[in-house]
């Protein structure tokens, strides 16, 4: 991938996500546009729990890189190194950039294959059906969202939910936490909190709290937060640039402080504000825009800055029912956020923001 003179200036994005999809998407017309990702697709974050109880909903969600970004190049590897001139792949390549976008928010951990992403929704759902009991382990938005997709879907199964924080939802309000608790309990979800599992101590179908309480389910899900995909930047150029969470240190342009032509979007930034996938598109909107004026030569005085934003998030309940959070106002039912989001997930708004059909 060498250089011509006079082509336009190389972007290359570093992460497949929301993010570095949506960048990548937005500047592909405007510049010579590499995006690195080791999967060959992009997926709809929010919307990977439905598809765990309804497979084919996968097709709409599991989207490949080159199907909306015709005008890009996709490098499918993961990154493995940036020097001032190039970005280094786990493969082995150096690939010269101008401008550079990290967007590597978390670590994709399925198959790199559409194929073969949709075959393993299709075998969840399969483990789903033919359990009549099922542990899910962490409260969090995850582990809500997947006992209330399974519960609507398949109301007959047993579900417990074990968190080992003091209430669930942690990330947003006490009263989210509180409304998923009843909302959950009414469905007749068994909620243990404050408690762990130990996963490797199962045995026949029986597994144990730190408690010491006994849960008898016939399959589990492990729904822990995930970390930030940052440490591959510690060899990098950017080491210095981490903050103590692991998370790249961003000016309010959104460029890596002290780095003119390296921008960083989406969680694995140190913006403080909620890690959450809309505003993982607003810094790509931002970004993108302040590349373009960049790339025209622009007074860099003149580049637009990002505001973190309110704290403001819907977890789903299902097809019908969710919880939304507006500042210090928390809703939960149909009324809005069931309308809202847990019809569609937004997958709608995520395809066409991407220039795909709906
Ligand atoms: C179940 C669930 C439900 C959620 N619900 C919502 C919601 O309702 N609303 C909302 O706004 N947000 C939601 N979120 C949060 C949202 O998904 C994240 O905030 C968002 O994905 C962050 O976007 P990102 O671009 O920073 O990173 P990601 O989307 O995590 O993308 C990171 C990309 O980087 C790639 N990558 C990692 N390491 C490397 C490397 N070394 N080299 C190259 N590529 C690499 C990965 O393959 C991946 O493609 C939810 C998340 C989950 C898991």
Same mark, same amino acid.
Request: aromatic content about 6%; some cysteine.
């Given at each position: 991938?060498?250089?011509?003179?006079?082509?336009?200036?190389?972007?290359?994005?570093?992460?497949?996500?929301?993010?570095?999809? /949506?960048?990548?998407?937005?500047?592909?017309?405007?510049?010579?546009? #590499?995006?690195?990702?080791?999967?060959?697709?992009?997926?709809? &974050?929010?919307?990977?729990?439905?598809? /765990?109880?309804?497979?084919? @909903?996968?097709?709409?969600?599991?989207?490949?890189?080159?199907?909306?970004? &015709?005008?890009?190049?996709?490098?499918?590897?993961?990154?493995?190194?940036?020097?001032?001139?190039?970005?280094?792949?786990?493969? %082995?390549?150096?690939?010269?950039?101008?401008?550079?976008?990290?967007?590597?928010?978390?670590?994709?951990?399925?198959?790199?294959? *559409?194929?073969?992403?949709?075959?393993?929704?299709?075998?969840?759902?399969?483990?789903?059906?033919?359990?009549?009991?099922?542990?899910?382990? %962490?409260? %969090? &938005?995850?582990?809500?969202?997947?006992?209330?997709?399974?519960?609507?879907? @398949?109301?007959?199964?047993?579900?417990?939910?074990?968190?080992?924080?003091?209430?669930?939802?942690? @990330?947003?309000?006490?009263?989210?936490?509180? *409304?998923?608790?009843?909302?959950?309990?009414?469905?007749?979800?068994?909620?243990?909190?404050?408690?762990?599992?130990?996963?490797?101590?199962?045995?026949?179908?029986?597994?144990?709290?730190?408690?010491?309480?006994?849960?008898?389910?016939?399959?589990?899900?492990?729904?822990?937060?995930?970390?930030?995909?940052?440490?591959?930047?510690?060899?990098? #150029?950017?080491?210095?640039?981490?903050?103590?969470?692991?998370?790249?240190?961003?000016?309010?342009?959104?460029?890596?402080?002290?780095?003119?032509?390296?921008?960083?979007?989406?969680?694995?930034?140190?913006?403080?504000?909620?890690?959450?996938?809309?505003?993982?598109?607003?810094?790509?909107?931002?970004?993108?825009?302040?590349?373009?004026?960049?790339?025209?030569?622009?007074?860099?005085?003149?580049?637009?800055?990002?505001?973190?934003?309110?704290?403001?998030?819907?977890?789903?309940?299902?097809?019908?029912?969710?919880?939304?959070?507006?500042?210090?106002?928390?809703?939960?039912?149909?009324?809005?956020?069931?309308? /809202?989001?847990? %019809?569609?997930? @937004?997958?709608?708004?995520?395809?066409?923001?991407?220039?795909?059909?709906?």
């Amino acid at each position: 991938m060498e250089r011509l003179v006079g082509e336009k200036k190389r972007v290359i994005v570093i992460g497949g996500g929301v993010g570095g999809s /949506m960048i990548s998407q937005k500047l592909q017309n405007d510049a010579d546009v #590499i995006l690195i990702d080791p999967k060959e697709y992009y997926e709809i &974050p929010w919307a990977i729990l439905r598809a /765990m109880v309804q497979p084919s @909903f996968a097709e709409r969600i599991v989207v490949k890189h080159s199907d909306y970004l &015709p005008n890009a190049q996709i490098v499918t590897s993961a990154a493995s190194g940036i020097t001032e001139t190039d970005v280094l792949t786990a493969q %082995g390549h150096s690939i010269k950039y101008d401008y550079l976008v990290i967007a590597t928010g978390h670590a994709h951990t399925g198959d790199s294959t *559409k194929a073969g992403r949709i075959h393993h929704f299709q075998a969840e759902q399969e483990k789903i059906k033919s359990a009549n009991s099922i542990l899910i382990v %962490g409260g %969090g &938005p995850t582990g809500v969202e997947l006992a209330a997709e399974i519960v609507v879907d @398949f109301p007959d199964k047993k579900v417990t939910l074990v968190h080992r924080g003091q209430r669930l939802l942690e @990330f947003i309000g006490e009263k989210a936490g509180k *409304k998923a608790l009843n909302w959950l309990t009414s469905k007749k979800v068994e909620v243990i909190l404050n408690q762990s599992v130990n996963l490797d101590s199962q045995t026949d179908g029986v597994y144990e709290t730190s408690g010491g309480e006994k849960i008898v389910a016939d399959c589990h899900f492990l729904c822990a937060g995930q970390g930030i995909a940052s440490s591959w930047l510690k060899e990098t #150029i950017l080491r210095d640039s981490l903050d103590r969470e692991g998370r790249l240190m961003v000016d309010s342009n959104l460029r890596v402080k002290g780095r003119s032509n390296i921008f960083a979007i989406g969680d694995i930034t140190d913006i403080p504000e909620l890690k959450l996938g809309y505003l993982a598109n607003n810094h790509a909107l931002v970004a993108a825009k302040n590349l373009k004026l960049l790339m025209s030569g622009t007074n860099k005085t003149k580049l637009s800055t990002y505001t973190p934003a309110p704290a403001a998030a819907i977890v789903s309940l299902g097809r019908r029912e969710g919880i939304i959070q507006i500042r210090c106002l928390t809703l939960c039912g149909r009324i809005p956020a069931g309308i /809202m989001k847990s %019809g569609d997930l @937004f997958v709608t708004k995520s395809r066409k923001e991407r220039g795909l059909k709906s």
